[in-house]
């Protein structure tokens, strides 16, 4: 068998990327989600998933369970978790009256198993006796009977009233038409269950639940969907699955055929589906067109890109050449983007996903009624106009609640695709200059608003959750391209280690012939970075010295480790890196403490603003690599006139469940960013450094919901627990 705790080791460092302080709880509903996407995208079995997340689940239960006993007249406390060492022990013959009576007090057998346990669910407290879908704590299940399970046997009652408690908590998710169909699920559920109802009775319920909720299950079984509820069909099996969903998984398909469902699969496809794609043959780059040129090589921002980089997707006319500028051909512009071939695939292959069972109608009927809507406005609206306009951000509108209602996991993953063309079309439809790179990994922004006589704007474009951080944040080394001052353009690296970007930022800023000269180099660097945009009080001669000495400390110790790995004579990247983060981890919490005890919440402030300064400082300290990091961005976001250029689209659901459709102005106040730091390469990650995605709330509000899910207040930074 796969050992569990070296599993955990492996993942660990992903795990913490995906939420929002690097501080993974497990006993955060969405933490645990968060876990099981990251093994899945890591391709690891689905059994080695589900027992992963029982050990986590049950070992911070041990942690927390105390019993006390008494031993020599003493009254002593211990953890349920010592006490079942205690309980192994005694059976291999290691006894000692101290062990016996802590045992005894907690009423385990020799296994480690609870003697009430025993007798009540057949074994020992699992994963499955708790409701793991309460975000932000672990909840002992109701014990609560309904009249739907008075008639079955004690052991069913637990299966099926575990079903009911799991609806029951969830229930104000569901609109009324989910609410009579899960309930109606429950009935059919409890006559499967039934030892009094007749095969065929049985049949005919597991025919009903496939045919009238969609019931199906995944690869290992564990789980059962019910996907006629949209995003609420894991209701009641929960993320990571339970036995008892696996119990009921068993006997319906026992009864009926039973297909599976593919969910990170099926969201994948939609994903893949919605993407933009405006073809090819619709690309012009300043090679092909004099116009194109002129447009990337005589503006301030647009001429900092690097040329492999320039050109756009344009209308081509009879003549060949790119018709130009767009604001002159709205409608040729607006057809091709309506009939880019996304959509359609997106339609084609959600009426796939309807045909299986896998999604709501809804989710359907909603793409179609845009296309329709879309066509309509083609042939009936002037174009340019404001009626255009509105006409297409109604649409949009009606699409991301529509897709919502049916299924707001799908939902995500077909609007986080077409974001940018919800903006691009309106804004063509108003008769203004705008255009998409054909570049997909363009810096800064999706879409590029403005003609060569007037200013010209990048605009990002995000789709995600209301809150400080929403849609994906952009790597800040494609941000720094763009400042004015060549020198400050390639400071910004993307992982600890990286060749030439040791400690994230450029070996250039810090690095000396020795050690000895990296601590000189150092310190310049932090004087220099802060004095020049009016930080250099942020800290002491003392702290900058000590600062300095850990971080070349780090980076000697960083550079050895890279020496014994070159040779190793490992076989790929992908080895020495896993072998690198093994290393790492052996030394990297002792730099945080001893740079946590330099650098606090008041000076991260300072440099990033405060909503930011949870970030860096962190429970367990300071990474020296963010720290290096957020000084040199802590300059360069207050000196980088372009970013006065950008603008930054968000849409989202707001608390209420509304959409939000908002475009802010760029500026150089870093609190106005949700500065995050990605800084270990991973496998399929080659890190990313210092994370920016504009916020625009330099106010920080009084609580932020993270992209993780979890709340954290905005005054301490600290996640509030539900």
Same mark, same amino acid.
């Given at each position: 068998?796969?050992?569990?705790?070296?599993?955990?080791?492996?993942?660990?460092?992903? *795990?913490?990327?995906?939420?929002?302080?690097?501080?993974?709880?497990?006993?955060?509903?969405?933490?645990?989600?968060?876990?099981?996407?990251?093994?899945?995208?890591?391709?690891?079995?689905?059994?080695?998933?589900?027992? #992963?997340?029982?050990?986590?689940?049950?070992?911070?239960?041990?942690?927390?369970?105390?019993?006390?006993?008494?031993?020599?007249?003493?009254?002593?406390?211990?953890?349920?978790?010592?006490?079942?060492?205690?309980?192994?022990?005694?059976?291999?013959?290691?006894? /000692?009256?101290?062990?016996?009576?802590?045992?005894?007090?907690?009423?385990?057998?020799?296994?480690?198993?609870?003697?009430?346990?025993?007798?009540?669910?057949?074994?020992?407290?699992?994963?499955?006796?708790?409701?793991?879908?309460?975000?932000?704590?672990?909840?002992?299940?109701?014990?609560?009977?309904?009249?739907?399970?008075?008639?079955?046997?004690?052991?069913?009652?637990?299966?099926?009233?575990?079903?009911?408690?799991?609806?029951?908590?969830?229930?104000?998710?569901?609109?009324?038409?989910?609410?009579?169909? #899960?309930?109606?699920?429950?009935?059919?559920?409890?006559?499967?269950?039934?030892?009094?109802?007749?095969?065929?009775?049985?049949?005919?319920?597991?025919?009903?639940?496939?045919?009238?909720?969609?019931?199906?299950?995944?690869?290992?079984?564990?789980?059962?969907?019910?996907?006629?509820?949209?995003?609420?069909?894991?209701?009641i099996s929960g993320d990571a699955g339970t036995s008892k969903s696996a119990d009921l998984v068993k006997k319906v398909s026992s009864l009926v055929k039973l297909t599976k469902f593919d969910a990170r699969g099926t969201k994948q496809g939609f994903t893949t589906a919605a993407k933009p794609d405006l073809g090819d043959e619709n690309i012009v780059k300043p090679k092909d067109d004099e116009r194109v040129a002129n447009y990337f090589s005589k503006h301030p921002i647009l001429q900092k890109i690097r040329g492999g980089l320039h050109g756009i997707f344009g209308v081509i006319g009879e003549d060949g050449k790119i018709k130009m500028p767009s604001s002159e051909h709205s409608k040729d512009y607006l057809s091709q983007s309506f009939n880019n071939p996304a959509l359609q695939n997106t339609i084609d292959f959600a009426k796939k996903q309807?045909?299986?069972?896998?999604?709501?109608?809804?989710?359907?009927?909603?793409?179609?009624?845009?296309?329709?809507?879309?066509?309509?406005?083609?042939?009936?609206?002037?174009?340019?106009?404001?009626?255009?306009?509105?006409?297409?951000?109604?649409?949009?509108?009606?699409?991301?609640?529509?897709?919502?209602?049916?299924?707001?996991?799908?939902?995500?993953?077909?609007?986080?695709?077409?974001?940018?063309?919800?903006?691009?079309?309106?804004?063509?439809?108003?008769?203004?200059?705008?255009?998409?790179?054909?570049?997909?990994?363009?810096?800064?922004?999706?879409?590029?608003?403005?003609? /060569?006589?007037?200013? #010209?704007?990048?605009?990002?474009?995000?789709?995600?959750?209301?809150?400080?951080?929403?849609?994906?944040?952009?790597?800040? @080394?494609?941000?720094?391209?763009?400042?004015?001052?060549?020198?400050?353009?390639?400071?910004?690296?993307?992982?600890?280690?990286?060749?030439?970007?040791?400690?994230?930022?450029?070996?250039?800023?810090?690095?000396?012939?020795?050690?000895?000269?990296? @601590?000189?180099?150092?310190?310049?660097?932090?004087?220099? /970075?802060?004095?020049?945009?009016?930080?250099?009080?942020?800290?002491?001669?003392?702290?900058?010295?000590?600062?300095?000495?850990?971080?070349?400390?780090?980076?000697? &110790?960083?550079?050895?480790?890279?020496?014994?790995?070159?040779?190793?004579?490992?076989?790929?990247?992908?080895?020495? *890196?896993?072998?690198?983060?093994?290393?790492?981890?052996?030394?990297?919490?002792?730099?945080?403490?001893?740079?946590?005890? #330099?650098?606090?919440?008041?000076?991260?402030?300072?440099?990033?603003?405060?909503?930011?300064?949870?970030?860096?400082?962190?429970?367990?300290?300071?990474?020296?690599?963010?720290?290096?990091?957020?000084?040199?961005?802590?300059?360069?976001?207050?000196?980088?006139?372009?970013?006065?250029?950008? &603008?930054?689209?968000?849409?989202?659901?707001?608390?209420?469940?509304?959409?939000?459709?908002?475009?802010? @102005?760029?500026?150089?106040?870093?609190?106005?960013?949700?500065?995050?730091?990605?800084?270990?390469?991973?496998?399929?990650?080659?890190?990313?450094?210092?994370?920016?995605?504009? /916020?625009?709330?330099?106010?920080?509000?009084?609580?932020?919901?993270?992209?993780?899910?979890?709340?954290?207040?905005?005054?301490?930074?600290?996640?509030?627990?539900?």
């Amino acid at each position: 068998m796969t050992n569990i705790s070296e599993i955990i080791e492996e993942i660990l460092v992903e *795990w913490a990327y995906r939420v929002h302080d690097g501080m993974p709880n497990p006993k955060n509903a969405q933490h645990i989600h968060e876990l099981r996407e990251s093994m899945e995208e890591l391709n690891l079995p689905n059994n080695v998933i589900y027992q #992963v997340i029982q050990n986590l689940i049950n070992e911070e239960d041990d942690d927390e369970e105390k019993v006390t006993f008494k031993h020599d007249g003493e009254t002593r406390t211990i953890t349920m978790k010592t006490a079942r060492q205690y309980a192994s022990d005694i059976k291999q013959g290691n006894s /000692t009256d101290e062990k016996e009576a802590a045992v005894k007090a907690a009423n385990l057998d020799d296994k480690g198993d609870t003697k009430q346990d025993k007798e009540d669910d057949g074994g020992k407290l699992s994963a499955d006796d708790f409701d793991t879908e309460k975000s932000g704590y672990l909840k002992k299940k109701s014990t609560g009977e309904s009249n739907r399970i008075q008639n079955l046997s004690d052991k069913d009652k637990k299966i099926v009233g575990d079903f009911e408690t799991r609806v029951q908590d969830r229930v104000e998710n569901l609109s009324d038409n989910q609410k009579t169909l #899960v309930n109606d699920s429950l009935d059919k559920i409890s006559i499967i269950y039934n030892d009094e109802t007749t095969p065929e009775q049985k049949k005919e319920a597991a025919q009903w639940l496939v045919d009238n909720v969609g019931f199906t299950t995944n690869d290992n079984g564990k789980k059962a969907y019910l996907n006629k509820l949209g995003g609420n069909r894991k209701i009641i099996s929960g993320d990571a699955g339970t036995s008892k969903s696996a119990d009921l998984v068993k006997k319906v398909s026992s009864l009926v055929k039973l297909t599976k469902f593919d969910a990170r699969g099926t969201k994948q496809g939609f994903t893949t589906a919605a993407k933009p794609d405006l073809g090819d043959e619709n690309i012009v780059k300043p090679k092909d067109d004099e116009r194109v040129a002129n447009y990337f090589s005589k503006h301030p921002i647009l001429q900092k890109i690097r040329g492999g980089l320039h050109g756009i997707f344009g209308v081509i006319g009879e003549d060949g050449k790119i018709k130009m500028p767009s604001s002159e051909h709205s409608k040729d512009y607006l057809s091709q983007s309506f009939n880019n071939p996304a959509l359609q695939n997106t339609i084609d292959f959600a009426k796939k996903q309807v045909e299986l069972g896998n999604v709501d109608r809804g989710v359907l009927t909603t793409l179609e009624s845009h296309q329709n809507n879309l066509n309509n406005i083609l042939e009936n609206s002037e174009i340019p106009s404001e009626e255009a306009r509105q006409a297409i951000a109604d649409s949009y509108n009606d699409l991301m609640v529509g897709l919502h209602k049916a299924d707001a996991d799908i939902a995500n993953s077909i609007m986080k695709q077409i974001a940018e063309n919800n903006l691009y079309e309106q804004e063509l439809a108003n008769g203004e200059e705008v255009y998409l790179p054909s570049a997909g990994n363009f810096p800064a922004g999706d879409k590029i608003k403005g003609g /060569t006589t007037e200013r #010209v704007a990048l605009v990002s474009c995000k789709f995600g959750k209301a809150g400080r951080i929403y849609g994906c944040p952009a790597n800040s @080394k494609t941000i720094c391209e763009l400042h004015q001052d060549e020198s400050k353009r390639n400071n910004q690296g993307q992982y600890l280690g990286e060749d030439g970007n040791t400690l994230v930022i450029s070996d250039n800023l810090i690095r000396g012939e020795n050690k000895e000269e990296t @601590k000189e180099k150092t310190k310049g660097f932090i004087k220099k /970075t802060l004095t020049e945009v009016g930080l250099g009080d942020t800290f002491s001669d003392d702290e900058v010295d000590e600062i300095s000495n850990i971080s070349a400390d780090y980076m000697e &110790e960083i550079d050895t480790i890279k020496k014994e790995l070159d040779g190793m004579n490992l076989p790929d990247a992908s080895s020495y *890196w896993k072998e690198f983060s093994k290393r790492i981890k052996i030394i990297e919490s002792g730099y945080k403490e001893r740079m946590g005890k #330099v650098v606090t919440k008041e000076h991260a402030a300072a440099l990033i603003g405060e909503n930011n300064a949870p970030n860096l400082v962190q429970t367990g300290g300071v990474k020296v690599e963010s720290l290096m990091s957020a000084i040199e961005i802590a300059n360069n976001i207050r000196t980088n006139d372009s970013l006065l250029e950008l &603008e930054h689209n968000k849409q989202y659901y707001d608390e209420n469940g509304k959409p939000k459709f908002v475009t802010d @102005k760029g500026n150089k106040n870093p609190n106005d960013y949700s500065i995050t730091f990605r800084t270990k390469r991973t496998p399929g990650r080659t890190g990313g450094g210092c994370q920016l995605s504009f /916020t625009g709330d330099g106010t920080p509000p009084k609580n932020n919901l993270q992209d993780d899910g979890s709340l954290t207040s905005g005054e301490t930074g600290k996640e509030i627990e539900a």
